[in-house]
């Protein structure tokens, strides 16, 4: 683990990271060779469960009297944290919407991008409330740095209430 990393700080904060469509991607072709020899081999091997990890973040939303959510693109990460919601649901667990949310992103609902969706169309499923939304139509790097400067050096952070949801997890 790299030194002062944000994988790091997340573990030692006890923040969960989630990657939903980690087997989309070059390291889970990986995960798949790796998978595949360690089977040859009579071995154990990784295995990654996405369902698993979409029960444990609604276990942190049916946890959390209110929730945010700060969204850089779309697709697959959109919907598995907007879909908390519905999955509580689901599980008979009343929760209320997330009440805040942005969405960062250069897609466009015209040609079908955008996961086919605004914020304001969470909104319509219940999923995001439509008071507290922005959408943010620009490429990620150009606005993260000065939205996490803006966060940071505005200091709110300083009397939030520390949360360890990893807790939820541990036996």
Same mark, same amino acid.
Request: glycine content about 8%.
């Given at each position: 683990?790299?030194? $002062?990393?944000?994988?790091?700080?997340?573990?030692?904060?006890?923040?969960?990271?989630?990657?939903?469509?980690?087997? $989309? +991607? &070059?390291?889970?072709?990986? *995960?798949?060779?790796? @998978?595949?020899?360690? =089977?040859?081999? /009579?071995?154990?091997?990784?295995? *990654?469960?996405?369902? #698993? $990890?979409?029960?444990?973040?609604?276990?942190?939303?049916?946890? &959390?009297?209110? +929730?945010?959510?700060?969204?850089?693109? /779309?697709?697959?990460?959109?919907?598995?944290?907007?879909?908390?919601?519905?999955?509580?649901?689901?599980? /008979?667990?009343?929760?209320?919407?997330? =009440?805040? #949310? *942005?969405?960062?992103?250069?897609? $466009?609902?015209?040609?079908?991008?955008?996961?086919?969706?605004?914020?304001?169309?969470?909104?319509?499923?219940?999923?995001?409330?439509?008071?507290?939304?922005?959408?943010?139509?620009?490429? /990620?790097?150009?606005?993260?740095?000065? *939205?996490? &400067?803006? #966060?940071?050096?505005?200091?709110?952070?300083?009397?939030?209430?520390? =949360?360890?949801?990893?807790?939820?997890? @541990?036996?």
């Amino acid at each position: 683990m790299k030194k $002062d990393s944000l994988i790091q700080t997340c573990y030692e904060c006890g923040v969960p990271i989630f990657v939903p469509a980690f087997s $989309d +991607s &070059s390291a889970g072709f990986g *995960i798949g060779k790796h @998978q595949w020899l360690r =089977k040859k081999e /009579g071995k154990p091997y990784v295995s *990654i469960d996405s369902v #698993a $990890d979409f029960l444990e973040l609604t276990e942190i939303k049916m946890n &959390s009297p209110e +929730s945010g959510l700060f969204m850089v693109g /779309g697709g697959t990460p959109k919907n598995f944290a907007q879909d908390t919601v519905v999955c509580a649901e689901i599980l /008979g667990v009343e929760v209320p919407m997330h =009440k805040y #949310a *942005i969405q960062i992103t250069v897609a $466009d609902v015209r040609d079908g991008a955008c996961s086919s969706s605004t914020l304001l169309e969470a909104g319509s499923w219940g999923k995001v409330s439509e008071e507290l939304q922005q959408m943010v139509y620009a490429e /990620g790097t150009t606005v993260i740095p000065a *939205i996490a &400067s803006y #966060a940071y050096h505005n200091g709110a952070w300083k009397e939030r209430e520390y =949360k360890n949801w990893q807790k939820l997890f @541990q036996k």
